[in-house]
């Protein structure tokens, strides 16, 4: 990843951290947010995302599976620092849930528009899919469409935005 690159997706952290915290909302520092497969959600991440975290990530172990964030620790987060957007945006409070979706959108559209500025194409993926490839590959190291679905799918709920 080029430095370009890098400080552009820092500043869409900026932007959804800033917009996150102007809501304020709960954490019940409850540790749903990392334990996906119990609390029924996926982390998707990008390579940008991924290349960040992994720059700087606490050793884990592999494989990881799609249950749970191994960054999470006696319930706290030791990757806190280079944490990816959904990280960053997600809260159980109730409160919050409709403006969470429109700043994980805003957030999503931005990084996408930094994949369009440099060239560098859209790869999105649950997190233990970039957790688990060789340490020796960077994220963005993939060959062929970066869009080819994978072979398994999860399925994920249906999410209704009412009008408003």
Same mark, same amino acid.
């Given at each position: 990843?080029?430095?370009?690159? !890098?400080?552009?997706?820092?500043?869409?952290?900026? /932007?959804? +951290?800033?917009?996150?915290?102007?809501?304020?909302?709960?954490? &019940?520092?409850?540790? !749903?947010?990392?334990?996906?497969?119990?609390?029924?959600?996926?982390?998707?991440?990008?390579?940008?995302?991924?290349?960040?975290?992994? &720059? $700087?990530?606490?050793?884990?172990?592999?494989?990881?599976? !799609?249950?749970?964030?191994?960054?999470?620790?006696?319930?706290?987060? /030791?990757? !806190?620092?280079?944490?990816?957007?959904?990280?960053?945006?997600?809260?159980? +409070?109730? $409160?919050?849930?409709?403006?969470?979706?429109?700043?994980?959108?805003?957030?999503?559209?931005?990084?996408?528009?930094?994949? +369009?500025?440099?060239?560098?194409?859209?790869?999105?993926?649950?997190?233990? %899919?970039?957790? @688990?490839?060789?340490?020796?590959?960077?994220? $963005? @190291? %993939?060959?062929?469409?970066?869009?080819?679905?994978?072979? /398994?799918?999860?399925?994920?709920?249906?999410? %209704?935005?009412?009008?408003?």
């Amino acid at each position: 990843m080029t430095d370009d690159v !890098r400080k552009d997706v820092l500043a869409v952290y900026a /932007t959804a +951290d800033a917009a996150v915290g102007a809501v304020a909302p709960r954490c &019940d520092a409850s540790g !749903r947010c990392c334990r996906f497969t119990e609390y029924e959600h996926t982390l998707f991440i990008s390579a940008f995302e991924a290349e960040i975290l992994l &720059d $700087n990530a606490p050793f884990y172990e592999q494989p990881v599976s !799609r249950d749970g964030c191994p960054f999470q620790i006696e319930g706290l987060c /030791t990757a !806190r620092d280079t944490r990816p957007l959904g990280c960053r945006i997600y809260f159980c +409070d109730a $409160n919050y849930q409709a403006r969470m979706a429109e700043i994980t959108e805003e957030s999503l559209a931005k990084l996408k528009q930094i994949a +369009d500025a440099h060239g560098t194409g859209w790869h999105y993926a649950p997190l233990h %899919h970039f957790l @688990d490839a060789p340490r020796a590959a960077r994220p $963005n @190291d %993939h060959v062929g469409d970066s869009m080819t679905p994978p072979a /398994t799918r999860v399925p994920l709920p249906v999410v %209704h935005h009412s009008g408003g």
